[in-house]
């Protein structure tokens, strides 16, 4: 059975301190590995598609990399805006099914 | 604009009732999915389908229904079988035929039975 883990649960950062957000997974074949951004109460918000192991992709402060056993989402010098829930979802088999982690609760305070 | 549009935003229901959760999408995608969300718990789906016509079920459909009569329309049905459905509803669509197989979702629906 595929199994999406995330650590951590919760994360509270300095505005500037920067850190990273884990994703491990097990799957037996892996097409793609996605990262979202939820704020609380709305639908999550897509940022990254990762295919193969050793890719990276990059938007303002943030950095997602996929090994063939886990991804990261590092965040440098993160800001207060940036706080919110980050998902990880793999994307496996013939259907174009996502499964999701439980996501990471990050807070930046000033 | 493209995007999904879900609504209600904020739903109420009494026990015993079937309740139908709209989304609709204008991005021509094929592919539409309904997902639950309850705290603490990652995101789960309940039904799919990938194209007009069509669609299967998902890890926990017990309780609901949906239909595909329309490309741009996918309804979620939550019927008075399902014995937990106050959660978070969330809609999304991918466009699987250009290989994008990432999903863009709706801004859902708060769900609570009364």
């Known amino acids: 059975e595929d199994q999406v883990t995330q650590s951590p649960e919760a994360l509270r950062l300095q505005e500037g301190e920067s850190s990273s957000l884990n994703c491990s997974y097990t799957?037996?074949?892996?097409?793609?590995l996605f990262w979202y951004r939820q704020d609380p109460g709305k639908g999550p918000e897509f940022l990254f598609t990762?295919?193969?192991a050793g890719e990276e992709k990059e938007k303002e402060r943030l950095k997602a990399t996929l090994t063939k056993k886990e991804s990261f989402l590092h965040i440098t010098a993160p800001k207060p805006e940036d706080s919110a829930t980050y998902l990880c979802a793999l994307l496996t088999g013939t259907a174009s099914k996502l499964t999701f982690g439980t996501g990471t609760r990050l807070q930046v305070t000033l | 604009d493209g995007g999904i549009t879900q609504s209600p935003k904020y739903l109420f229901r009494k026990e015993g009732q079937n309740v139908t959760l709209s989304c609709e999408q204008n991005l021509n995608h094929d592919a539409m999915y309904w997902y639950r969300q309850d705290p603490g718990q990652g995101l789960r789906l309940i039904y799919y389908?990938?194209?007009?016509?069509?669609?299967q079920k998902g890890d926990i459909a017990e309780g609901y229904s949906v239909s595909r009569e329309k490309k741009e329309s996918f309804p979620l049905t939550v019927t008075s079988a399902q014995k937990n459905p106050t959660a978070f509803y969330l809609c999304a669509s991918s466009d699987r035929g250009k290989g994008n197989t990432e999903a863009f979702f709706g801004q859902g629906t708060r769900l609570t039975v009364v």
């Open positions: 389908s990938q194209i007009v016509n069509d669609f």
């Open positions: 990762l295919y193969s």
């Open positions: 799957v037996s074949g892996l097409r793609g």
